[in-house]
């Protein structure tokens, strides 16, 4: 991006800077031309105190034609395709240079009545258009170079062809315009080379922000995410709620097995396979809390419908395991317990954010995956009535600690899930 010539190696990233540079510098442009279309209507209410008759009109045509390719300029700045279309600055600012050398040329026969000479009044008129450029080509250094290079060339041949003056003003009044030129060139490039740093910058830090953005919603859920920039407090409440509680039987004993590493590595396969399924099912991971693995449907996350979906996920996972264990020859088997009732949901504390859920039907969930057998699950009564028709139970009774003796509803899942159950 460095150099003379500036741009970005990335021809998309190079249109995006272009249009939003000239949208930035559209403003400033606009600005401009106010300033000059009321500075030119000022003179010609003038005029008529200074110049004959003939002399006002011909000033107020010229300067009339330049006021029209300003507001021309003006409006075209507010379109699209000022935007898309770059190389638009090359032709606008030839009939722009075009208009002012008309009025130059008109001041310049004037010069009876303003006391400047000719050349004089032709070079400042076209260093105050060089000036004007160098804002109103946005983005678009070469373009500007080019436009300048040649406007120089011609002024610098009207000087040097221009009769009546001395060899010592041509060369004065060429080096003149000739540093106006200088300083308007250089002030254009310092300009883009300073928006392209902002923008490179701005995208990186955009970047950054996508980044912590896609970290975040992997913690929290995108609406409360929101919801906690906004300030606000996150508590929700659900009235119906599955709640699903997956434990890894026999952890301690396998732990024993393993060395640290392979351990977290196993852990890691399993909670992998979890988090498959649940994206496969709609439901909602809430954490893992040492080898176990809540997760719930119908909260602020979920995308399945019912319960149904819950024991969906279970065989799935137990399917899962199944294949794990036969490949890695570690007996790796689930009890899982899920219930169905109300809840509450919500973000507390100011570190370590995360959307958690409360309240008795998470307690059952527990509870219930402590009497389930291995590879199945134990449902209550309320998620038992909601998934009859996709799975047989057995009804037990239990007793469940806080709670007392229940009917709970247990499974053992055997094979792979059926796709039609699924569908």
């Not at 954010?353 to 998470?362: F, H, R, V």
Request: with cysteine.
């Amino acid at each position: 991006m460095g150099g003379l010539f500036q741009s970005f190696p990335d021809a998309e990233t190079e249109r995006a800077f272009l249009r939003a540079e000239r949208l930035e510098r559209g403003q400033a442009i606009r600005a401009l031309i106010v300033i000059a279309i009321a500075t030119l209507i000022s003179y010609i209410i003038l005029n008529p105190m200074h110049f004959p008759r003939e002399g006002v009109i011909a000033y107020t045509q010229a300067a009339g034609a330049f006021i029209v390719a300003m507001l021309g300029f003006f409006f075209l700045t507010r379109t699209q395709i000022y935007l898309e279309k770059p190389w638009l600055d090359l032709p606008v600012f030839v009939v722009m240079a075009a208009a002012m050398k008309w009025l130059a040329l008109v001041l310049a026969g004037l010069h009876p009545y303003t006391g400047f000479p000719p050349h004089v009044m032709a070079m400042v008129q076209m260093a105050i258009i060089v000036i004007f450029a160098s804002v109103g080509f946005a983005g678009t250094f070469r373009l500007f170079l080019l436009w300048a290079i040649v406007l120089l060339g011609l002024f610098g041949l009207w000087i040097m062809t221009l009769p009546g003056i001395t060899d010592i003003s041509r060369v004065y009044t060429l080096t003149n315009f000739s540093t106006f030129f200088v300083f308007a060139l250089y002030f254009n490039w310092d300009v883009d080379r300073r928006a392209r740093k902002v923008f490179a910058a701005n995208a990186a830090l955009e970047a950054e922000r996508a980044k912590t953005e896609e970290l975040l919603y992997n913690v929290l859920p995108q609406e409360v995410a929101a919801r906690l920039r906004a300030g606000e407090a996150v508590a929700d409440s659900f009235s119906d709620l599955t709640a699903i509680f997956v434990d890894l039987a026999g952890f301690s004993t396998i732990a024993k097995r393993l060395s640290p590493g392979h351990l977290v590595k196993m852990l890691n396969t399993f909670f992998s396979a979890a988090d498959r399924c649940a994206e496969r099912h709609g439901i909602e991971k809430v954490k893992t809390i040492g080898d176990a693995y809540l997760a719930v449907i119908g909260g602020m996350a979920s995308h399945g419908q019912d319960s149904k979906a819950a024991i969906l996920f279970a065989r799935d996972l137990v399917a899962d395991l199944a294949a794990i264990a036969a490949e890695t020859g570690l007996p790796l088997q689930a009890r899982i317990g899920i219930h169905t009732g109300p809840a509450v949901g919500g973000v507390i504390g100011s570190s370590r954010l995360a959307y958690d859920y409360w309240g008795d039907t998470m307690n059952i969930a527990s509870r219930l995956q402590g009497v389930a057998p291995l590879g199945g699950a134990a449902v209550s009564e309320a998620t038992y009535f909601q998934t009859r028709t996709i799975q047989d139970y057995e009804r037990q009774s239990a007793v469940l600690k806080g709670i007392g003796e229940t009917n709970v509803y247990v499974t053992v899942f055997t094979g792979t899930p059926d796709p039609a159950e699924e569908a």
